[in-house]
Every structure is written in structure tokens, then in C-alpha cells.
T-cell receptor, first 113, second 113 residues
Framework: DTAVSQTPKYLVTQMGNDKSIKCEQN?????MYWYKQDSKKFLKIMFS???????INETVPNRFSPKSPDKAHLNLHINSLELGDSAVYFC????????????FGPGTRLTVT | GENVEQHPSTLSVQEGDSAVIKCTYS??????FPWYKQELGKRPQLIID?????GEKKDQRIAVTLNKTAKHFSLHITETQPEDSAVYFC????????????FGGGTRVLVKP
């Protein structure tokens, strides 16, 4: 009964490859996010979806493409991976309205070699 | 957009002492200020939060204070224990759509037994 889950937990791949990370939440929330945490631990938002609609799109390269098939799922596809993409990617969810708390997934550690 | 500064970046305290982490924010319209704790290799987890209509909130050994005029808020941990060792992040929710949180740079707290 994990609230926010991500797969895979670890991802090691070579430069130039394309990879996807999947996220699912069973909290009934209507908003989902992708964050990137770099080696210095900075947490930065990349995207946010509300009811399958993209509402936040930070300055992220076009190689990153989020997709939300329904409000419980938010996937992240990355094309032409680069060394600088190595980081931990966290998915999170929240319910828009009076409760603002964001629940984070366990993270996906992406290593590009 | 919102900008959140967090200090100090590292904090070492003796077990039983208090720890204080301070954050400043730039958007005077920000209305929600959560604090997250991230243990090594784990996801960020909410430990306490405060809204802009409240000046102080306490939960057992942790407390948060907010000064809207000065645009700063602080986390106080009393009677620190070794399990308090972690990275702590402050965040502020600005007025942008989508419940966007802007995080501070994090404070690595080490509680020495």
C-alpha cells in the first residue's frame, strides 16, 4: 500500500540512450510532479501535472518529456541521455486545494556513463 | 519567481542541544512553508509546515516560526537525538499555478552522541 511509487529504483545507462521512469500514486491526488535532485542535493521542480494537464514546465531541455495517461500516473521519458542528467529523480503528488503537502516517491537514481 | 535561501548548509550539534535552521524567501505573496527531512538514500518527508496566517507552530521537539514582514522562517529542533541527523529542506509555495514549491539548498545536520 505504498502511497507514491516509482520504477525503476536504479537506472544505469550509456550516453545517447533513451530511458523512461514511471510513477504511480494511490492517494487519489490530482497533482503530480517531477523533481531532480543533483549531487549537491538541490531539489528542483521540473514538471507538474494537474488532472493530466501540464501546468508547470520549468526550464528543462526538450529531451525530457513527461506524460500523464491518467491522474494517478506520471511518467518521464528522457531522450539522448547526457552525463549531466545523472541525478536522483523524485516523483511527488499532492491534492490541490486546502491541503498543500506533497508526498514524495522513493526516487530513481539515474547514472549516465 | 520565488527564491529561497537556507542557512547554514551544515550544522553539527551535540546530542541534547538545540538546532536552528533559517530560511528567507523573496515572494511576499507566498502562503505555505513546509520543512522536509531527508535521510541518506531516502525520500524527503514532511516534518512540519506553517501557513502565512500563523506565526508559530510546534510539534513535540520541533517548531517553526514565521516572520512575514521580514520574509523569513526558521526550524527549531530541541533535545536533538542521533536520529535527527539528516538533510533538512525548507520550501515556500509561491503564487504560481500548480502548488509550486521552491526549495532551499538544504542543511546537513549531524547530531554527535
Amino acid at each position: 500500500d505504498t502511497a507514491v511509487s516509482q520504477t525503476p529504483k536504479y537506472l544505469v545507462t550509456q550516453m545517447g540512450n533513451d530511458k523512461s521512469i514511471k510513477c504511480e500514486q494511490n492517494l487519489g491526488h490530482d497533482t503530480m510532479y517531477w523533481y531532480k535532485q543533483d549531487s549537491k542535493k538541490f531539489l528542483k521542480i521540473m514538471f507538474s501535472y494537474n488532472n493530466k494537464e501540464l501546468i508547470i514546465n520549468e526550464t528543462v531541455p526538450n529531451r525530457f518529456s513527461p506524460k500523464s495517461p491518467d491522474k494517478a500516473h506520471l511518467n518521464l521519458h528522457i531522450n539522448s541521455l547526457e552525463l549531466g542528467d545523472s541525478a536522483v529523480y523524485f516523483c511527488a503528488s499532492s491534492q490541490e486545494g486546502l491541503v498543500y503537502e506533497q508526498y514524495f516517491g522513493p526516487g530513481t537514481r539515474l547514472t549516465v556513463t | 519567481g520565488e527564491n529561497v535561501e537556507q542557512h547554514p548548509s551544515t550544522l553539527s550539534v551535540q546530542e541534547g542541544d538545540s538546532a536552528v535552521i533559517k530560511c528567507t524567501y523573496s515572494d511576499s505573496a507566498s502562503n505555505y512553508f513546509p520543512w522536509y527531512k531527508q535521510e541518506l538514500g531516502k525520500r524527503p518527508q514532511l516534518i512540519i509546515d506553517i501557513r502565512s496566517n500563523v506565526g508559530e507552530k510546534k510539534d513535540q521537539r520541533i517548531a517553526v516560526t514565521l516572520n512575514k514582514t521580514a520574509k523569513h522562517f526558521s526550524l527549531h529542533i530541541t533535545e536533538t537525538q542521533p536520529e535527527d541527523s539528516a538533510v533538512y529542506f525548507c520550501a515556500a509555495r509561491g503564487q504560481a499555478a500548480g502548488n509550486k514549491l521552491t526549495f532551499g539548498g538544504g542543511t546537513r545536520v549531524l547530531v554527535k552522541p
